[in-house]
């Protein structure tokens, strides 16, 4: 995508937010870092270093907050999954897929950990943790591409994205999961020519599901004309597609982030 000197956030697709959240120590805030965090996954990306980081409680890998997903303690000692990062309180971080968080939650070491995180035996943790997680990352990049609707920052139907694309007006192409693959060719090859990457990022979900977030009908492709907005917008999809399927890339056939693997969670 058209973005210059940017942070990778995936294996093609490089974009910028508007500006990084505000650090957060457990129960304060910290004040706002001037530097722009990288949307990448990866810890080691260029700007990572000076964002603080938050350390996993199952494989103690470190992170950022933007790569990293907020477990909270509610008032009933229930663990929920934050993703915003927004509940009041203590919280405590992981960075595995979904995959590896169930394993760690059927094993009960993850109740062990949480139990260590937040300094109390009384911890519940249920046992679709994962589900509901999955789920919250779900809505929330659902959620990210209804606000970019509503504020202008995305156009979608297929002549109007191709236009926007040659003219190298589109920083982040999307396509529906049930796109025919000659329009997704056509309009990633309009992007190419506009300056983009080779291939639009092919959305979980079809058309159904893309319609009801942009409160559009039958939206297909959708085209990010806003840097700031394709930032946000492939950042939470990230997010998403790195912890459901972490094998599967952005494009549908390279790796979505640089998480590894957490055999160690599911040893005896």
């Known amino acids: 995508m058209r973005n210059p000197r940017n942070d990778a956030v995936g294996p093609s697709n490089s974009v910028r937010p508007e500006r990084g959240p505000k650090a957060e120590v457990e129960g304060r805030e910290a004040q706002p870092s001037h530097q722009r965090p990288s949307t990448s996954l990866r810890t080691n990306e260029t700007g990572a270093n000076h964002q603080p980081e938050r350390t996993c409680i199952l494989t103690r890998r470190k992170g950022t907050r933007d790569s990293l997903i907020r477990l909270a303690l509610g008032p ?20 595995v897929s979904r995959d590896e968080l169930d394993k760690a939650n059927a094993k009960g070491k993850l109740k062990g950990a949480l139990q260590r995180a937040f300094k109390t035996k009384d911890v519940t943790v249920p046992a679709d943790l994962g589900e509901r997680t999955a789920a919250a990352l779900r809505q929330a990049a659902l959620d990210r591409l209804g606000m970019e609707a509503k504020a202008g920052n995305l156009l979608n139907g297929a002549e109007r994205v191709e236009t926007a694309a040659r003219s190298g007006q589109v920083h982040l192409l999307i396509h529906a999961v049930d796109a025919g693959d000659d329009g997704r060719r056509k309009l990633d090859q ?18 159904t599901i893309l319609s009801m977030a942009l409160g559009r009908e039958n939206v297909v492709h959708v085209a990010l004309t806003d840097p700031a907005a394709a930032s946000r917008v492939a950042h939470a999809i990230v997010r998403w597609r790195a912890f459901t399927d972490p094998s599967t890339g952005l494009d549908g056939g390279e790796p979505a982030s640089g998480l590894g693997s957490a055999d160690e969670l599911t040893k005896e």
């Open 76 to 95: 009933d000692g229930t663990v929920a999954p934050d993703v915003r990062a927004r509940a009041p309180g203590r919280g405590a971080w992981i960075s």
């Open 190 to 207: 309009a992007w190419r020519v506009g300056g983009g990457d080779s291939q639009g990022l092919v959305f979980p979900e079809g058309r």
